[in-house]
């Protein structure tokens, strides 16, 4: 599994833009799609919620990849 870590720059990221930023899908399409089929997991739940809001501390799996959400510092 691959393991990325990304540096929050303000209170909170929505799912689909994090998933666009860690470079794991190429279109706010395919985020929107991929979140609606249940294949992404927020601290090991599945969330369907496009516009969820992702905060430090949280940790996203999506393909074979983990995002780790840090504080900015």
């Not at 689909?16 to 470079?23: S, T, W």
């Not at 089929?37 to 927020?42: A, H, K, P, S």
């Amino acid at each position: 599994m691959q393991i990325l870590e990304f540096d929050l720059d303000g209170d909170y990221v929505e799912l689909k833009q994090l998933l666009k930023l860690a470079d794991l899908v190429t279109s706010g399409g395919e985020a929107k799609t991929v979140i609606s089929d249940g294949l992404v997991l927020v601290d090991g739940e599945v969330e369907l919620r496009k516009a969820c809001k992702i905060r430090a501390g949280q940790v996203v799996e999506f393909n074979e990849s983990q995002i780790r959400v840090l504080a900015s510092p």
